[in-house]
């Protein structure tokens, strides 16, 4: 037994180093690829960022089924999906297999980047046994594959906390600001079309350093205004409406017509996402409105000489290339 230690004690022993392993540099790509109803939108990002939109085919089937392919490699890369889940239920099905798709296909990263968040306006339990369609299409989202959500301007800020994934929430002041600005109106007026944006209302009145005036609206049923006060004084005064989005435009019209009855001078209004379903056009056109400002988060249906579309696409490009390169987007989100 002596013997045995004495022999183990003679061996030779290498040293261990404490320094830690060197790791090869690898370098993540940034590819950008698109949804079938985004691309007018897609492609200014992708030449804001300064790439190419990737290759995509999709695949039809008679019966409506469809199938989207990646027709490049992406393993490996940082992809980001660009694409709005606005009705009908198409778009978000095709943002759902893309991410599928991605991460089957073995991308490092894969950012969902969703302009306008679609059935966000069922955020909530308003009543008895309806669902929370907003908290099903996050999960949704996450199980398909997304590591990461860039959206903006989401119908209620709370929608954040219904991902396990970071959410980086954009707000469309960023490019609306300027151009109020620009309008160099005097006795401006900031004004919400109900009382639930009046926060977004409070926002642009501080970045601007005007009044606020707010209506008080009631509702019959989905997208029907049975009653409408307004609370404050426009006399005189340059009113802009703010608002995240604008479907039927029939609280936004009737927000305008009214407050042109109390005196104001003129009213414009800034609508995130440009819904406008329905009879919408129609509304603003023959509304007291002078114009409708809108991004192009969603394209537009047809035209009309009272909608202006001011363009999100360089605030993606800017925040898409900070998350790439791990950089601080904190100033995106001042609104």
């Not at 009543?127 to 999960?139: E, G, W």
């Not at 406008?276 to 509304?283: E, F, K």
């Not at 056109?285 to 009272?306: A, C, G, H, W, Y």
Request: glycine share 4%; proline share 4%; charged share 25%.
């Amino acid at each position: 037994m002596f013997k045995f230690a004495a022999r183990f004690q003679k061996l030779p022993c290498k040293t261990v180093s404490n320094k830690p392993l060197a790791m090869p540099n690898v370098v993540i790509k940034a590819k950008i690829f698109t949804c079938t109803q985004s691309r007018a939108l897609s492609e200014k990002i992708a030449t804001a960022y300064g790439v190419d939109v990737g290759n995509v085919i999709t695949s039809h089937y008679s019966d409506g089924e469809f199938q989207p392919s990646f027709e490049e490699s992406v393993r490996g890369s940082r992809v980001f999906i660009i694409g709005s889940t606005q009705p009908s239920s198409d778009n978000l099905m095709e943002m759902l297999l893309m991410l599928d798709a991605a991460k089957r296909a073995s991308a490092r990263h894969i950012t969902a980047v969703i302009p306008y968040y679609g059935w966000a306006r069922q955020d909530r339990k308003d009543k008895p046994r309806v669902p929370i369609a907003a908290k099903l299409i996050a999960k949704m989202l996450e199980t398909a594959g997304a590591t990461r959500i860039i959206t903006m301007d989401l119908h209620a800020d709370q929608i954040q906390g219904f991902f396990e994934k970071p959410v980086d929430h954009l707000y469309a002041s960023t490019v609306f600001l300027p151009y109020v600005q620009s309008l160099e109106l005097d006795n401006l007026t900031i004004a919400s079309p109900d009382m639930g944006g009046s926060k977004r209302a409070y926002a642009y009145a501080k970045a601007l350093n005007s009044d606020v005036v707010i209506c008080y609206k009631q509702r019959a049923k989905a997208n029907v205004v049975t009653h409408m006060e307004l609370i404050g004084d426009v006399t005189g005064k340059n009113v802009v409406l703010v608002d995240d989005m604008v479907d039927t435009a029939g609280t936004l019209t009737k927000a305008a017509d009214l407050m042109m009855e109390r005196g104001a001078k003129s009213v414009r209004a800034i609508c995130t996402h440009p819904l406008l379903s329905g009879d919408a056009y129609t509304r603003v056109e023959n509304s007291k409105l002078e114009e409708l400002i809108v991004t192009d988060s969603i394209p537009l249906r047809q035209e009309s000489p009272k909608v202006k579309v001011v363009s999100c696409a360089n605030l993606f490009a800017d925040v898409m290339k900070r998350v790439h390169s791990n950089e601080s987007i904190s100033s995106k989100f001042v609104m």
